[in-house]
């Protein structure tokens, strides 16, 4: 089975308590890989070190792959093709970029993101 990679709304809705979010992580946890810019996006949300220390211990529980610079180009490219026409960040096109490099799936509530990948689907819906 392929790996998963999670976007951060996923894992946001994850560590907030939403069920359907419980659910998702409980289907797909074994499968989960995590990008070091969803790693990061987590961070920045922490208010404070007991936040940090917790997302420590979650983020342990998974292979985070980290930026290289194939990924980075590839996240370029995909910015300078999608980004004007459909507002695409750069850290949703090195997502992208991660998944395609992992030959991942890549599950995220916001599939208007990546029109990179056809017919993605959110990864629930309420």
Request: aromatic letters at 8%; a negative charge; charged letters at 20%.
């Amino acid at each position: 089975m392929r790996p998963v990679l999670v976007d951060t709304d996923v894992l946001a809705g994850y560590l907030g308590g939403n069920p359907r979010a419980a659910d998702f992580m409980e289907t797909f946890e074994s499968r989960t890989i995590l990008s070091t810019v969803v790693v990061a996006e987590l961070y920045s949300a922490a208010r404070d070190e007991d936040e940090r220390a917790a997302l420590d211990d979650f983020i342990s529980l998974f292979a985070v792959v980290p930026v290289s610079q194939a990924i980075a180009r590839a996240g370029a490219a995909y910015r300078s093709e999608y980004g004007m026409l459909h507002g695409i960040s750069l850290a949703d096109a090195i997502l992208a970029a991660t998944a395609e490099a992992e030959g991942a799936e890549l599950k995220t509530l916001n599939p208007g993101l990546y029109p990179m990948f056809e017919g993605l689907e959110p990864a629930w819906t309420d």
